[in-house]
Nanobody
Framework: QVQLVESGGGLLQAGGSLRLSCAASGRTFSTYNMGWFRQAPGQEREFVASVSWSGRSTYYADSVKGRFTISRDNAKNTVYLQMNSLKPEDTAVYYC??????????????????WGQGTQVTVSS
């Protein structure tokens, strides 16, 4: 089992950058694939990015490709989401997810087992 806590959200203007962090508990963090999802009001939770347990493989939603970068530091039990060139449509609650079995190309939120509480990102125009 793993517990996840996101941080780093905030309010900023379009074009700005933000880095989200997700700290995980437990000694088995390095065995989990990790993902970031987001959910805007009235919308379903959507996939943003994922990284394999080793950090060698990543996968991105088309809407964020080239602007967002996911990475992890297994020594610190932390996964990051660097977000650049932010747009108002990036406004959402961002959630960290973990799963041992879900491949990094699994974009369906229901197939990821563990979730954090979310952090709000608001981008103004």
């Amino acid at each position: 089992q793993v517990q996840l806590v996101e941080s780093g959200g905030g309010l900023l203007q379009a074009g700005g950058s933000l880095r989200l962090s997700c700290a995980a508990s437990g000694r088995t963090f390095s065995t989990y694939n990790m993902g970031w999802f987001r959910q805007a009001p009235g919308q379903e939770r959507e996939f943003v990015a994922s990284v394999s347990w080793s950090g060698r493989s990543t996968y991105y939603a088309d809407s964020v490709k080239g602007r967002f970068t996911i990475s992890r530091d297994n020594a610190k039990n932390t996964v990051y989401l660097q977000m650049n060139s932010l747009k108002p449509e990036d406004t959402a609650v961002y959630y960290c997810a973990a799963d041992r079995d879900a491949g990094i190309k699994i974009v369906v939120a229901a197939q990821w087992r563990y979730w954090g509480q979310g952090t709000q990102v608001t981008v103004s125009s």
